[in-house]
């Protein structure tokens, strides 16, 4: 063999194992890329969840607020219908208050004074009453409402003695709220759903979605884990990363698919940035290699 044969087999010798080497770099570099754009997913379901939750939160306060009003323990139903309007969460939401029957005594989605329905499953304030606990409801639906509600409810006594159930009641747009104005991209979907998987909310379509309920699948992965990926596809055949988590509150699961062509395009566009300075910095070298290669070459001969 030549000693120019010689010269390029080392030459090769030292690029291969480079390249070998860079290939296995990029390919752990893409996973953790990948695994980051998840991270960032979680991050996102995470803080949704939180804002879900203060409402939640709120919610309770105002109730217990409530409870010790001198007007309730008056019995003066008008000025008490007043502070509690006034206590509302705003738009979306309204207060309710029960007998210990499951009749409703205040109502500020009504004018005050408006004859007002009975509850249709009192035996759930008759557990209230007993348990004393505050209970944040799945979807429900209201006949007077003539649609989906959800509840966070507590027993009360009030300082005269008397005992009701009051209740901060929402309809589900009042948490798309919790997503319309956040950070996450528009591409992504978001999905709050009760602990039964029934949609309380969604970004894009909610009229298609809420109130129904997700694939057994989903259902049972939101009940295996707190958090967790669930792979999925759109009904137009776009395949998600799905992410999901839970509201500690509520127990209401937040999930959030993004695209995952978008993530794996962002994902191969940094790999490919620096596979491009990889090939340049081994193709340099070689170059060099073999310039200096023929000189020595020539100089031996």
């Keep these: 063999m030549k000693l120019r044969a010689h010269y390029f087999l080392l030459a090769f010798c030292i690029v291969i194992p480079v390249a070998v080497c860079c290939t296995i770099a990029l390919n752990m570099l893409r996973h953790a890329e990948r695994d980051s754009a998840i991270q960032r997913i979680h991050e996102s379901a995470r803080l ?38 006034q206590a509302n969460a705003g738009s979306g939401a309204w207060i309710i208050l029960y007998d210990s029957t499951g009749q409703q005594l205040i109502n500020t989605r009504h004018p005050f004074g408006r004859e007002l329905p009975r509850r249709p499953d009192p035996e759930q304030v008759t557990a209230l009453l007993a348990s004393g606990k505050v209970n944040v409801s799945g979807m429900r639906w209201g006949a007077d409402l003539k649609n989906n509600f959800v509840m966070v409810e507590r027993a ?29 991209p528009p591409t992504w979907l978001v999905g709050i759903f009760d602990v039964n998987g029934v949609f309380i909310a969604r970004r894009y379509e909610p009229e298609k979605y809420v109130g129904k309920k997700v694939s057994p699948k989903a259902l049972a ?21 799905n992410v999901f988590t839970h ?19 962002a994902v191969w566009n940094g790999i490919g940035v620096v596979a491009i300075g990889l090939l340049i910095a081994i193709l340099g070298a070689l170059t060099l290699t073999m310039m200096t290669g023929r000189r020595l070459v020539a100089f031996i001969g």
């Design 48 to 85: 949704t969840a939180m804002v879900v939750d203060s409402d939640i939160d709120r919610a309770k306060a105002v109730l217990q607020v409530l409870a010790n009003s001198q007007a309730l323990a008056d019995g003066d139903r008008k000025r008490f219908y007043e502070e509690a309007h």
């Design 221 to 241: 992965a939101f009940n295996a884990a707190a958090s967790g990926n669930l792979p999925s596809t759109t009904t137009d055949g776009t395949p998600l990363y």
């Design 156 to 184: 009360i006594t009030s300082g005269s003695g008397e005992r009701f159930v009051i209740g901060q009641a929402f309809s589900p747009a009042f948490f798309a709220h919790s997503f319309a104005d956040s950070a996450i």
């Design 247 to 265: 509201s500690a509150l509520s127990g209401w699961t937040i999930a959030i698919g993004a695209p995952a062509r978008e993530l794996d395009d």
